[in-house]
């Protein structure tokens, strides 16, 4: 129809309600905070729980993709003095599910061209409790400079404990009933999104004196650490940091006899890499 010939002027529009058509300027639509909603919410129902939250069979929980991990989490150098140029390394891997892992963890040192001290652990994984495994296998120590090698049986466990300490704990079993302790706890201070601080300190105890090793009864010794990386790329970071180390008991004995130096302060530098 066309209106544009109709005279609105004469129309009285006096009686027409324009709060009901939702004309009415100023007023707003919505409802007072009081007012009950158009729409109530239905009530929850058991039913509507469980649709919400179903029960998952073990293959939903954990995944049977097989994955892996490798990180060479420190390789560093540092200025021995008389000795020359220190170095050293950790390193630490698993290939595995969700359930379990093969894992494999070596450290060492060497120092004035020469390796001090050298470990390869091989351990089987199985997940026990949210961030925890349990960990069986094997340790072998190398002999160096003339010294016996030692192999242990090994058996521990590695996780994530509250506040975001990364722990490892072991207790090895060797020959003639030796028992060994070791223990490491590590913590990250994010300062921005690339530069990473990490707090490390771990130790050693053992059951029995192995000179041939130079080891001796009780604590062992001490390390503890800070790190402070950049991560160019998440997987690469190179690393400066300052290390104290101290040996105890009958192996701080054992290191008085031969050079005299039971501590020592270094500061590091070095690069982690891992894929």
Same mark, same amino acid.
């Given at each position: 129809?066309?209106h544009?010939?109709m !005279?609105?002027?004469?129309?009285?529009h006096?009686?027409? !309600?324009h709060?009901s058509m939702?004309?009415?300027?100023? $007023?707003?639509?919505?409802?007072? /905070?009081?007012?009950?909603?158009?729409? *109530?919410?239905?009530? $929850?129902? /058991?039913t509507?729980?469980?649709?919400?939250f *179903?029960d998952?069979?073990e293959?939903?929980m954990?995944?049977?993709?097989?994955?892996?991990?490798?990180?060479l989490?420190? &390789?560093e150098?540092?200025?021995?003095?008389?000795?020359?140029?220190?170095?050293?390394?950790?390193?630490?891997?698993?290939?595995?599910?969700?359930?379990?892992? &093969?894992? @494999?963890?070596?450290e060492?040192?060497?120092?004035?061209?020469?390796?001090e001290?050298?470990? $390869?652990?091989? @351990?089987?994984? +199985?997940? #026990?409790?949210?961030?925890w495994?349990?960990?069986?296998?094997?340790?072998?120590?190398?002999?160096?400079?003339?010294?016996?090698?030692?192999?242990?049986a090994?058996?521990?466990?590695?996780?994530?404990?509250?506040?975001?300490?990364?722990?490892?704990?072991?207790?090895? @079993?060797?020959?003639?009933?030796?028992v060994?302790?070791?223990a490491?706890?590590?913590?990250?201070?994010?300062?921005t999104?690339? @530069? #990473?601080?990490?707090? &490390?300190?771990?130790?050693?105890?053992?059951?029995?004196d !192995? *000179?041939?090793?130079?080891?001796?009864?009780?604590?062992?010794?001490?390390?503890?650490?800070?790190r402070l990386?950049?991560?160019?790329?998440?997987?690469?970071?190179?690393?400066?940091?300052?290390?104290?180390e101290?040996?105890?008991?009958?192996?701080?004995?054992? +290191?008085?006899?031969?050079?005299?130096?039971?501590?020592?302060t270094?500061?590091?530098?070095? $690069?982690r890499?891992?894929f």
């Amino acid at each position: 129809m066309d209106h544009s010939g109709m !005279d609105h002027s004469g129309m009285d529009h006096s009686g027409m !309600d324009h709060a009901s058509m939702g004309h009415q300027p100023g $007023v707003s639509e919505d409802l007072p /905070p009081t007012a009950e909603p158009r729409e *109530p919410i239905p009530v $929850v129902t /058991p039913t509507d729980r469980a649709a919400a939250f *179903p029960d998952l069979d073990e293959h939903l929980m954990h995944g049977e993709s097989i994955n892996s991990y490798w990180a060479l989490d420190r &390789l560093e150098a540092w200025d021995a003095d008389e000795d020359g140029t220190g170095m050293a390394w950790e390193a630490k891997a698993w290939v595995g599910s969700d359930l379990n892992r &093969l894992w @494999l963890r070596s450290e060492g040192e060497r120092a004035g061209g020469s390796t001090e001290s050298a470990d $390869v652990e091989v @351990l089987y994984g +199985r997940a #026990i409790a949210r961030w925890w495994d349990a960990v069986a296998g094997v340790r072998h120590d190398f002999g160096f400079g003339g010294g016996p090698s030692r192999t242990y049986a090994a058996l521990g466990v590695i996780g994530l404990a509250p506040y975001k300490f990364e722990v490892e704990a072991t207790a090895y @079993l060797g020959e003639s009933g030796q028992v060994g302790l070791g223990a490491e706890a590590e913590y990250e201070m994010l300062f921005t999104n690339r @530069l #990473i601080g990490q707090w &490390l300190i771990e130790g050693e105890a053992w059951s029995k004196d !192995d *000179p041939a090793v130079g080891i001796g009864s009780g604590l062992s010794k001490v390390e503890a650490g800070f790190r402070l990386r950049y991560e160019f790329h998440r997987q690469f970071a190179p690393y400066v940091g300052v290390v104290w180390e101290r040996a105890y008991g009958g192996t701080a004995d054992q +290191r008085r006899a031969r050079s005299g130096d039971v501590d020592d302060t270094r500061v590091v530098a070095g $690069v982690r890499i891992w894929f």
